[in-house]
């Protein structure tokens, strides 16, 4: 198969055999993937402060137990 066939082919697929999504569907998932992004955004920064806090007191009270 040739690199022309190929994408001929790959064309036809897309044109005549691909079902795309209908608007609505569209944006309804759009919707859930932004809110799902943003909740697990905010479960990073989350997670990631308290490590952060959690560190800084492990380093401070191990530096002021030789200080």
Known sequence: MSLVEFLKGSYT????????PKWSELQSST?????????LALFTFGVDSFFSVTIKNF????????N
């Open 13 to 20: 697929e897309f044109k005549d055999r691909v079902e795309w």
């Open 31 to 39: 919707i859930v993937v932004s809110v799902t992004t943003v909740i």
């Open 59 to 66: 380093v401070a009270t191990f530096i002021n137990m030789f």
